[in-house]
């Protein structure tokens, strides 16, 4: 599945020496591509350090959901590398590790633990292993039941560099 995300227009100047890499844009719809295309996104790399906003695809319970589980979320906008690239395009698929996810130990207050990992992004055609952290997840504390709802926003911050894809 290929995404329609920064397909043409003029290329992006490169953002300061030192600077955050820019997220922009909303999610893309997915469209096919071409046989014969090149991939027109997707290519560019990303130094350690850089962000990649997400969400879940799905959401999660600790009722339901158990540690080590890998669950699936979604690129939320635009990462653009250093040379001003788009690295990963919005709508791509992200797989996420369940690290944690305890319920409260009981209702008096809420309470309860999420931690996740990022695993993979699928760009085109490509898996794309990640290696880094997932800022504090926000939850819900129904009970002693823990709740991560579909939209709730991932910060994905990676600690080793991704490098430019052929």
Known sequence: MVLA????????????????PA????????????????????????DSGAVIRGMLSNPL????????AIVDGVVTGDV???DGRVAI???????????RLEAARNAAGPTGIVELS????????????LTGT???????????????ERAAPLVIRLT????RRP
């Open 5 to 20: 995300a920064a397909c043409g227009g003029e290329p992006k100047a490169a953002p300061p020496a030192g600077a955050a």
């Open 134 to 148: 997932i800022d504090a997840v926000p939850f819900l504390a129904r009970g002693t039941n823990v709740i991560v």
């Open 61 to 68: 319970s600790s009722l339901a959901d158990r540690r080590g």
């Open 118 to 129: 990022p695993v993979a992004v699928y760009v085109q055609a490509d898996t794309i292993r």
């Open 89 to 99: 395009p919005s709508g791509s698929r992200l797989d996420i590790r369940i690290d």
């Open 160 to 163: 080793r560099r991704l490098p």
């Open 23 to 46: 997220i922009t844009g909303a999610p893309a719809a997915a469209v096919p591509v071409p046989a014969g295309d090149v991939r027109p996104a997707g290519t560019g790399m990303l």
């Open 80 to 82: 653009t590398g250093p």
